[in-house]
């Protein structure tokens, strides 16, 4: 199958974002595809203030858009945009890195007010790298995510419901199957 890269622009590390990826990254395994995620936060700081286009670790994570053969992109909305830890990346990367890729653009906020950063801020930016493809994406609300102590995550039904509609259209548009395997119930 496919491999997806999932790369989480989120600067928390106990983010709704981030584990909102890495459970669709499950639902897409499920598929049969590979998936390697990427949490832009895990990049030294340094590499991403300085524009440090030579950095190891960002000739590294350049290395994994070129492999990936689709990508999502999950990030939290702030001031009514993606984050500024993704935007340091994108910044970062080859013009065209996205160029042949299949993408699936993901956010998270607090308010319905933030509903459109997909489709005004976020997609202008991805389409001007190329890709083949960019899939209907969504957004969900912060309060339809919850962590349990144990960190579990729990998506509120008609969210999860949407997200495993646009997650398996990806999943189609990069030729995997969408019926989850038995094992994974």
Do not use: C
């Not at 995620?37 to 290395?63: G, K, N, Y």
């Not at 976020?122 to 190329?130: F, I, Q, T, Y």
């Not at 419901?161 to 259209?169: F, N, R």
């Amino acid at each position: 199958m496919a491999t997806v890269l999932s790369v989480s622009g989120s600067p928390s590390a106990t983010s709704r974002t981030g584990r909102l990826l890495r459970h669709l990254d499950q639902r897409l395994v499920a598929q049969g595809h590979e998936v390697i995620p990427l949490d832009v936060r895990t990049l030294p700081p340094e590499a991403l203030l300085h524009a440090d286009f030579r950095h190891p670790a960002i000739v590294e994570a350049t290395a994994l858009f070129r492999r990936a053969d689709g990508v999502v992109i999950g990030t939290p909305v702030y001031k009514a945009a993606y984050s500024g830890l993704l935007k340091a990346l994108l910044d970062l990367l080859p013009q065209y890195a996205l160029t042949g890729k299949t993408v699936l653009p993901l956010a998270t906020g607090g308010t319905t007010a933030h509903v459109l950063v997909i489709d005004y801020a976020l997609r202008p930016v991805l389409n001007s790298m190329g890709p083949a493809h960019i899939t209907p994406g969504w957004f969900t609300l912060d309060k339809e995510i919850t962590v349990g102590d144990d960190g579990t995550l729990t998506v509120a039904p008609a969210a999860a419901e949407a997200l495993a509609q646009v997650t398996d259209q990806f999943s189609r548009a990069l030729g995997g199957r969408t019926t989850l395997l038995a094992a994974t119930g």
